[in-house]
């Protein structure tokens, strides 16, 4: 067989579940000078995120009773931001020939199929009641837990944050990955990339990890490099928080 046949018959290109990390810009509403200020506020706590990372817009928040922001505008500040939407959550309201024209994936309606799976035990409960007897005092609703939990590595290059909560990371985070979270960072493994807790100011976080390995840790902007972090507690279980304005480490 020749080269040329070997190049016509060998495929081109294959595709493969990366399972890549996407953040999401949750709008709950939209005034555009607002937004660009506060976008710039956080970018100013998270200069590392707003690096041309590419975002989820979810527009499911925004009231019913008013009308989505512009999507050219929108999109605008978003890229003066240094943010790359790449897709559209809660579209519905949108033409669809405009998003598909500004290059958005549609990601559809996170919470359609549920709401239509309550409708229908509504519906079922009320044509056919159960006897009851006695009622039960109501369980207190439970508070949402913002804790995110990530079963498998962080791979170099992804980007995990954590707004108002914790990040849980029960496998290990590579060289050149970097987690934040508000609130604590817990790695159940080698933590080898960057690690940035508290990063909405939150002095009182901290960061826990089975091997400190990381190339930077940081708590309320307050952080250490890889060649600060190489003492006693190198490759060892550690944990890391403030005092005052100094970060420490400690054994585990």
């Not at 939407?85 to 579209?91: C, I």
Request: a negative charge; proline letters at 6%; charged letters at 20%.
């Amino acid at each position: 067989m020749t080269s040329e046949n070997r190049s016509t018959d060998s495929p081109q290109f294959r595709f493969k579940n990366s399972r890549v990390s996407l953040n999401e810009l949750i709008l709950l509403d939209f005034d555009a000078e607002r937004l660009r200020t506060e976008l710039a506020q956080h970018a100013a706590r998270l200069p590392s995120l707003f690096q041309q990372m590419p975002v989820l817009l979810n527009l499911e928040q925004v009231p019913a009773d008013k009308p989505l922001p512009p999507l050219h505008d929108l999109l605008a500040i978003c890229r003066d931001s240094e943010l790359n939407p790449v897709g559209l959550r809660g579209s519905n309201r949108y033409d669809l020939e405009l998003c598909r024209s500004l290059g958005l994936a549609d990601f559809g309606q996170g919470g359609r199929v549920e709401q239509s799976r309550a409708s229908s035990v509504e519906s079922a409960e009320v044509a056919a009641p159960e006897p009851v007897t006695a009622v039960a005092p109501e369980a207190a609703p439970r508070a949402e837990s913002r804790t995110r939990i990530l079963t498998v590595p962080v791979r170099s290059g992804q980007q995990i944050y954590v707004q108002g909560g914790d990040l849980i990371v029960l496998s290990s985070v590579g060289a050149g990955a970097e987690v934040m979270a508000d609130g604590n960072i817990h790695v159940y493994g080698p933590l080898r990339g960057r690690a940035m807790a508290g990063v909405n100011g939150n002095t009182d976080a901290r960061i826990f990890c089975q091997s400190l390995e990381a190339e930077l840790i940081s708590i309320a902007g307050y952080f250490k490099a890889s060649e600060d972090l190489r003492s006693d507690h190198w490759q060892k279980p550690a944990q890391a928080w403030l005092s005052g304005t100094r970060l420490d480490t400690a054994a585990l």
